[in-house]
């Protein structure tokens, strides 16, 4: 009889913790809040270190959003699960011309990502992610900039990256560490880049001062 009723008790217990589902709230946390290029709403105003900053700003803007497709709880401390990403990415230019000025559009840059993420246990988590980007010219540089034929356009490119995340509850934060390749053959960025940070995870309070880290690197950028 107790040969029975301890498998019989393992099952319960496990079953308690086990859960999974569909299009639901995210399981893991693995957004990096500095990043300019993760898909998340941001905004900032730049100067140009070419330029004198009462003359020309450069203002970058984001708007994104992420959903879970598909997550497995596996215990209190286990999971995965599979994300979907779609972000929008702004820039704008904001400069003095003959004394007029002038708030113009250089790019939009749409970028999809569809993420597998992993959180091994209490301390470590990682995430394989694609996604692809297409980059487009706003129109008000194509016009003052009197662009009238078009061009193939192979600033578009797609990526996959391994990025992990190891918490440090001490001092309630994570570090970040990832590598990155373009996979296009014909893209015009180089391949490689790489990306280390740390980032605070304690966000009970919603306005608070934090302490972050970033730091990210491309093989070139040539646009």
């Known amino acids: 009889m107790k040969s029975i009723l301890f498998p019989l008790f393992s099952l319960l217990v496990f079953s308690s913790f086990a859960q999974s589902g569909w299009m639901s709230n995210r399981s893991t946390q693995t957004n990096i809040f500095l990043d300019p290029t993760e898909i998340q709403m941001s905004g900032s105003i730049n100067g140009v270190l070419s330029e004198n900053v009462t003359k020309e700003q450069y203002l970058p803007f984001s708007v994104g959003v992420d959903q879970s497709i598909f997550y497995k709880q596996i215990s209190s401390q286990k999971s995965w699960e599979i994300v979907s990403e779609m972000g929008v990415f702004t820039q704008f230019e904001w400069l003095e011309v003959e004394g007029i000025q002038q708030r113009n559009l250089i790019n939009i840059d749409y970028k999809v990502a569809f993420s597998y993420v992993r959180q091994i246990d209490e301390i470590h988590t990682y ?10 010219l706003g129109d008000d540089y194509i016009i003052r900039n009197s662009i009238n034929s078009y061009t193939p356009n192979k600033v578009n490119y ?8 190891r918490q440090i509850p001490k001092i309630q934060s994570k570090l970040i560490a990832g590598i990155g390749s373009v996979i296009r053959p014909d893209a015009l960025r180089l391949p490689f880049s790489y990306i280390v940070g740390m980032d605070r995870t304690n966000r009970e309070k919603k306005t608070q001062f934090n302490r972050r880290f ?3 690197r491309f093989s070139g950028n040539r646009f």
Not at 127 to 135: G, K, L, P
Not at 158 to 165: A, D, I, P, R
């Open 127 to 136: 995430r394989i992610r694609f996604f692809h980007v297409s980059s487009h």
């Open 158 to 165: 797609e990526q996959l990256e391994f990025t992990y995340f």
């Open 214 to 216: 970033c730091a990210k």
